[in-house]
C-alpha cells in the first residue's frame, strides 16, 4: 500500500512505478483510495469513474481544496523511476505526481488543519478537455467543487503561478484541383496554398499582456500540417492546424476572432476543434493572497492551459503550486529535484495549519 504518512519524495516515487497513462488511471486509482480510506481520518471518501475525492466536515471557516491529475503522458522508456544526483526521475515526477503525493501526504499528517479539506485526484487532463475528469465532476458532483481557494499541483517550480492562459486550437484548410504531376498546370495545388497561412504565422507578432503583476506571453503557432494524395498527384485539400494560447483577459469569442482577423483575405476554411478559456489570476482573493504570503510572495503568470480555468469559471479564486519544473513536463528526461518535494509538503503544511 501506498505510505502517505512517509517521506513524500518516496511516495513520488511509488506513484510514478504505477503506470496511469491517461485513460488507464484505475490501479492507481484504486490504490489512491485505499491509501486514503486506510491512513486519514475525518475524511469522506468517494471514488467517481478514475477520480478519488475525499473531504473534511469539520466547521472549519475556509475550505481548501487540493487538485491533481492522476494521468500522464505515454510513457518514453522512463519507468520505473529512479534517484539521481537529488532528482527523482520518471514520467510523471514533475507533471505532477509529485504534487499529489504532497497533497495525499498532507491529508494523512496534518491532524488539526485549520481549514477543511477537499482532495481531487482526478482522470484523463492530458488529453482533450472534453475527457477531463475534473469536468465530469463538475457535471455530476458540483458541491464538491465548493471551495474558498483551490491549488491544484501542476509542475510551477515552486512558484505561485496564477491564473492560466486560453488555448484555441483550429484547423485551417484549402482546396484546389486534382491533377497528375506531369501536368500540374492542370491542377490547383492545395499545399502550395497552405504557403500564405505559414507566412502569416512565421511573422506574427505576439502580445506580452500584463495583469495583476503577472506577464502573460501569447502564442499563435502551427503544430500539424496535413496533405498530399501520391508521389504523383497534385493535391486538390491541405489544411494546417494552429494553436493558440492567449492571455486571460481575451475571452473565447475574441481569441477566435483575432485568429480570423490574422488570416483575414485569405482563401481558407477556418474550423474549430478545441477551446478552453484562460483564467485571470485572481490574486486579490483573501485567501490567494493568504497563499501568496506564506510562499514568500514568489508568483507569476501560468503559461499553459490548466484546470484552474475551470475553477475561475465557478467563481474560486485557484492558483497552480507545486515541485516540478514546468520546462520539464513530458520530456523523456523528466524529472523533479526532491528538495522542493520536501519544500512544498513544508510550505503547505504551514498555510494548511495556519
Given at each position: 500500500?501506498?505510505?502517505?504518512?512517509?517521506?513524500?519524495?518516496e511516495?513520488t516515487a511509488?506513484?510514478?512505478?504505477?503506470?496511469s497513462e491517461?485513460?488507464d488511471?484505475?490501479r492507481i486509482?484504486?490504490?489512491v483510495a485505499?491509501a486514503?480510506?486506510a491512513?486519514?481520518?475525518?475524511?469522506?471518501?468517494?471514488?467517481?469513474g478514475?477520480?478519488?475525492?475525499?473531504?473534511t466536515?469539520?466547521?472549519?471557516?475556509?475550505?481548501?481544496?487540493?487538485?491533481?491529475?492522476l494521468d500522464t503522458?505515454?510513457?518514453?522508456?522512463?519507468l520505473p523511476s529512479r534517484?539521481?544526483?537529488?532528482?527523482?526521475?520518471g514520467?510523471?515526477?514533475a507533471?505532477?505526481k509529485?504534487g499529489?503525493a504532497?497533497?495525499l501526504?498532507l491529508?494523512?499528517?496534518v491532524?488539526?488543519?485549520a481549514?477543511d479539506?477537499?482532495l481531487v485526484f482526478?482522470d484523463c487532463?492530458?488529453?482533450?478537455?472534453?475527457?477531463?475528469?475534473l469536468g465530469?465532476?463538475?457535471?455530476?458532483?458540483?458541491d464538491w467543487l465548493a471551495?474558498?481557494?483551490?491549488?491544484?499541483?501542476e509542475?510551477t517550480?515552486?512558484w505561485?503561478?496564477?491564473?492560466c492562459?486560453g488555448?484555441l486550437r483550429l484547423v485551417?484548410?484549402?482546396?484546389?484541383t486534382r491533377?497528375?504531376s506531369?501536368?500540374?498546370w492542370?491542377?490547383?495545388n492545395?499545399?502550395?496554398k497552405l504557403?500564405?497561412?505559414l507566412d502569416?504565422?512565421?511573422s506574427y507578432?505576439a502580445?506580452?499582456?500584463d495583469?495583476?503583476?503577472c506577464v502573460y506571453r501569447?502564442?499563435?503557432?502551427?503544430v500539424?500540417v496535413?496533405?498530399?494524395?501520391?508521389g504523383?498527384v497534385i493535391?486538390?485539400a491541405?489544411?494546417v492546424?494552429?494553436?493558440?494560447r492567449?492571455?486571460?483577459d481575451?475571452?473565447?469569442?475574441?481569441?477566435l476572432q483575432h485568429?480570423?482577423?490574422?488570416l483575414?483575405?485569405?482563401?481558407?476554411?477556418?474550423?474549430q476543434?478545441?477551446a478552453a478559456?484562460?483564467?485571470?489570476p485572481?490574486?486579490?482573493?483573501p485567501a490567494?493572497?493568504?497563499?501568496?504570503e506564506?510562499t514568500g510572495g514568489?508568483?507569476?503568470a501560468?503559461?499553459?492551459?490548466?484546470d484552474?480555468?475551470r475553477?475561475?469559471a465557478?467563481?474560486?479564486?485557484?492558483?497552480?503550486?507545486?515541485?516540478?519544473?514546468?520546462?520539464l513536463a513530458?520530456r523523456?528526461?523528466?524529472?523533479?529535484?526532491?528538495e522542493?518535494i520536501?519544500?512544498?509538503?513544508d510550505?503547505l503544511r504551514?498555510?494548511?495549519?495556519?
Amino acid at each position: 500500500m501506498l505510505d502517505l504518512r512517509g517521506d513524500p519524495i518516496e511516495l513520488t516515487a511509488a506513484l510514478v512505478d504505477i503506470p496511469s497513462e491517461s485513460r488507464d488511471e484505475a490501479r492507481i486509482a484504486d490504490e489512491v483510495a485505499a491509501a486514503l480510506r486506510a491512513q486519514t481520518s475525518g475524511f469522506e471518501i468517494i471514488r467517481n469513474g478514475n477520480a478519488v475525492l475525499a473531504r473534511t466536515h469539520r466547521n472549519r471557516p475556509t475550505r481548501v481544496l487540493l487538485a491533481g491529475h492522476l494521468d500522464t503522458v505515454p510513457v518514453a522508456d522512463n519507468l520505473p523511476s529512479r534517484l539521481e544526483g537529488g532528482e527523482l526521475h520518471g514520467c510523471g515526477t514533475a507533471d505532477m505526481k509529485a504534487g499529489d503525493a504532497v497533497f495525499l501526504h498532507l491529508a494523512a499528517t496534518v491532524a488539526e488543519p485549520a481549514h477543511d479539506l477537499t482532495l481531487v485526484f482526478y482522470d484523463c487532463e492530458e488529453i482533450d478537455s472534453a475527457a477531463n475528469g475534473l469536468g465530469r465532476i463538475e457535471r455530476e458532483l458540483p458541491d464538491w467543487l465548493a471551495a474558498d481557494v483551490a491549488i491544484l499541483g501542476e509542475p510551477t517550480a515552486g512558484w505561485i503561478e496564477a491564473g492560466c492562459q486560453g488555448t484555441l486550437r483550429l484547423v485551417v484548410s484549402t482546396t484546389g484541383t486534382r491533377a497528375h504531376s506531369a501536368r500540374s498546370w492542370l491542377g490547383d495545388n492545395a499545399i502550395h496554398k497552405l504557403g500564405a497561412v505559414l507566412d502569416r504565422l512565421a511573422s506574427y507578432q505576439a502580445r506580452s499582456v500584463d495583469i495583476d503583476g503577472c506577464v502573460y506571453r501569447e502564442g499563435l503557432s502551427a503544430v500539424r500540417v496535413d496533405g498530399g494524395v501520391a508521389g504523383n498527384v497534385i493535391p486538390d485539400a491541405a489544411s494546417v492546424t494552429v494553436n493558440y494560447r492567449f492571455a486571460p483577459d481575451r475571452s473565447l469569442t475574441e481569441a477566435l476572432q483575432h485568429v480570423h482577423d490574422v488570416l483575414d483575405g485569405l482563401d481558407v476554411h477556418i474550423e474549430q476543434v478545441d477551446a478552453a478559456a484562460g483564467a485571470l489570476p485572481g490574486l486579490s482573493q483573501p485567501a490567494a493572497k493568504a497563499l501568496v504570503e506564506a510562499t514568500g510572495g514568489q508568483f507569476r503568470a501560468k503559461y499553459g492551459w490548466t484546470d484552474v480555468s475551470r475553477f475561475a469559471a465557478l467563481g474560486i479564486p485557484a492558483v497552480n503550486y507545486g515541485p516540478g519544473d514546468p520546462n520539464l513536463a513530458h520530456r523523456r528526461d523528466e524529472r523533479v529535484p526532491v528538495e522542493r518535494i520536501t519544500a512544498a509538503a513544508d510550505m503547505l503544511r504551514r498555510y494548511l495549519s495556519s
